[in-house]
Every structure is written in C-alpha cells, then in structure tokens.
C-alpha cells in the first residue's frame, strides 16, 4: 500500500524541476554579456577582432566579432566606388577603437549562422553601430537576404562623396 505521500512527491519534484528549466531556459534567451575589450581592429566595417577580459584572470584572445545589427559595404567584389566606401568603414571603425581606450566593452549575444561571435562594441555611452548608421557607413540588418542591402550601400556612398565627408562624419541628412 503506497502513501498519500509517495504519490503526491514524484510529482512534486517533476513539477519542481520542470519549472526550473523553463526559467533558465528563459533567462538565457535573452542572455547578453558583458566584457571589457582589448586589442580591437577592424577586419572590415561590420567584424573586429578583440581579446575580451572574461575575469578571474581569463581572457579570450582575437575573437573574431561580426557586429550584429549592420552591413557594411564589401571590401572584395562589387564596384570602385562601393569598394572605396568599405574601406571608408574599416577606416572609421579603427578610427572609433582607437578613440575607445579603456573604456571599451564588448557586448556579446550569440552566435552567428558561420560561428563567429555576434554583439556590439561601447565606449563612453556610444555604441559602434548606432555610430556608423548615422555615419551613413552601415545599414541595418536583421541577417536575411543582404543583396536589397547594395542599393543603399550606393546610395550612402553616393550621399556621402556628395556632401564631402570622410572618416567617421556624419553628412547632413
């Protein structure tokens, strides 16, 4: 004869466990982290590579970080004037890392469809790709189909050359 107990307790703990493992399950879908950065220079305008300072004395070196959020034209392929407009980005992010200092941080979301590290990277209260949106450097991205992505490429490029801006600047409207 079993006890009113004996049933009640297995579950009790299934139920118990259950609800453990929706609440991480939760908690890490929105799990971003937060590292203080080193050693960054861009690749290209939309990936750096950064050593990240993990704590207790462990630290991530060279990680190839794809910035998350933005595209940037291609240093490799496409036409001149798109080509000169990567280099304008690469320019600016190192431009942008070296003014970052100490103060630099990686802000890490997950990874990418290629296995590279996915987030963004602060400084002073600035992140990169609000910078280099509004530097008409990058476009917003949400990781679909990046070919409609050329055209305003072009036309950054264009708006850009037009107002005569360079590096990191920002051209009026």
């Known amino acids: 004869m079993m006890h009113e107990h004996g049933t009640r307790l297995p579950l009790l703990i299934a139920g118990l466990l259950t609800a453990a493992l929706v ?4 908690a890490f879908a929105d799990d971003v982290h937060r590292y203080p ?3 960054a220079r861009a690749v290209d305008g939309d990936t750096v590579r950064v050593s990240l300072r993990l704590g207790f004395d462990l630290e991530m070196v060279d990680v190839p970080l794809r910035i998350n959020g933005i595209d940037t034209a291609e240093l490799r ?3 001149a004037e798109l080509k000169a407009h990567a280099r304008d980005a690469r320019d600016c992010v190192n431009q942008w890392l070296e003014s970052a200092g100490d103060e630099l941080v990686a802000v890490i979301v997950g990874k990418g469809k290629y296995g590279r590290t996915l987030g963004d990277l ?3 209260g600035e992140r990169l790709t609000d910078m280099l949106v509004a530097a008409r450097l990058a476009v917003r991205y949400d990781g679909g189909s990046r070919a409609p992505l050329q055209d305003e490429h072009r036309r950054d490029a264009r708006a850009r050359r037009l107002a005569g801006v360079t590096g990191c600047e920002t051209p009026n409207a």
């Open 23 to 26: 609440a991480q399950a939760i």
């Open 37 to 39: 950065a080193h050693s």
């Open 77 to 79: 392929g496409g036409t």
């Open 122 to 124: 602060e400084a002073s």
